[in-house]
């Protein structure tokens, strides 16, 4: 098989560890293989794809759609490192409000599948970062939420402490408030 398929600590997210064929002329791996994915539990139809590029410092998130928009994501950085976090949003789930984070470059060339009802967000810790994903529902802006990337309550563990942020990411509210207003 290509992949591997690790279940992390949410085990609803899986970093996947693609088999890598490397010679004098450079690399050649698979990304994506349908079969692969479903036989690892990974049954999701993707449908657009999203491609960043960030300086050293930048935090974007901790971002999700709402209902119906909810999107599950894979994600890979093609070019430098970041760290990239998922959050658990599933108010029924036992992980909810937890997170898990990896780190992911173009030298591990590793995964990261996060299903829908999660916040994600990534810091780069390199020079530049490009960031590619592909998402399996269309981006609709009534839909966006956030969360701030610094609430207490989540304890991430983010390695640059005074990030690079977007107006927007400035901005979005606690976990606990979401839940107050009735958001998640």
Not at 19 to 30: I, P, S, T
Not at 46 to 58: A, L, T
Not at 87 to 110: A, Q
Request: glycine share 6%.
């Amino acid at each position: 098989m290509p992949f591997e398929f690790e279940r992390l600590e949410i085990p609803d997210v899986i970093l996947i560890k693609p088999k890598v064929f490397e010679d004098q002329r450079g690399f050649f791996m698979e990304t994506y293989k349908k079969e692969d994915f479903e036989k690892a539990g990974i049954k999701t139809e993707f449908i657009q794809e999203n491609h960043s590029k960030s300086i050293y410092g930048v935090l974007r998130g901790l971002h999700f759609q709402k209902e119906p928009y909810s999107q599950a994501k894979l994600v890979r950085c093609i070019r430098g490192v970041i760290f990239d976090v998922a959050v658990d949003l599933r108010k029924n789930s036992p992980t909810f409000g937890k997170h898990v984070s990896v780190i992911l470059s173009e030298f591990n060339k590793e995964m990261l599948f996060i299903p829908r009802g999660f916040a994600h967000g990534f810091e780069v810790l390199s020079e530049v970062a490009e960031v590619v994903y592909v998402v399996d529902n269309v981006y609709a802006p009534q839909s966006e939420g956030g969360i701030i990337w610094n609430d207490e309550t989540l304890k991430i563990k983010w390695p640059i402490k005074n990030p690079i942020l977007s107006e927007k990411d400035k901005k979005w509210p606690s976990l606990r408030e979401l839940m107050e207003r009735g958001e998640i």
